[in-house]
């Protein structure tokens, strides 16, 4: 039976396609729609909600990733929830640090494509 890595690994690469065609984590992303709406004219910039363009598929997988995640028996478990408290701290919302870590893991994946991409 594969893992829950492996399966989102898999999801990520059949939505994502060659991870190379990014410049940057960030674009990466941008793509997913996971990062937050920008309206500024002149004044300083307020962030909304996330974008939610890209694949609705591949925001629904990230954010299920970082609800397991957050399971005590995931590898890693402490270090994410440690980030997930303290974005929730900052925020106040536990939407908004959910968000965040389903980001976080996406962000991740470039840094470890051999593990992530092709381990499924």
């Known amino acids: 039976m594969p893992r829950v890595?492996?399966?989102?690994?898999?999801?990520i690469y059949a939505a994502v396609g060659d991870i190379s065609?990014?410049?940057n984590s960030h674009k990466l992303a941008a793509y997913a729609g996971l990062v937050?709406?920008?309206s500024q004219s002149g004044g300083p910039a307020k962030l909304g909600h996330i974008t939610k363009s890209g694949s609705g598929e591949l925001r629904a997988?990230?954010?299920q990733a970082a609800h397991i995640a957050l399971l005590p028996r995931t590898k890693n478990a402490d270090e994410?929830?440690?980030y997930f408290e303290r974005i929730r701290g900052n925020r106040g919302r536990k939407?908004?640090?959910?968000?965040a870590l389903a980001r976080h893991i996406l962000w991740s994946c470039p840094k470890n494509s051999d593990t992530w991409f092709y381990a499924a």
């Open 5 to 11: 890595g492996e399966l989102v690994s898999a999801n």
């Open 36 to 38: 937050p709406s920008v």
């Open 21 to 23: 065609r990014f410049p």
């Open 61 to 63: 997988i990230m954010t």
């Open 80 to 82: 994410l929830r440690a």
């Open 95 to 99: 939407k908004v640090a959910l968000t």
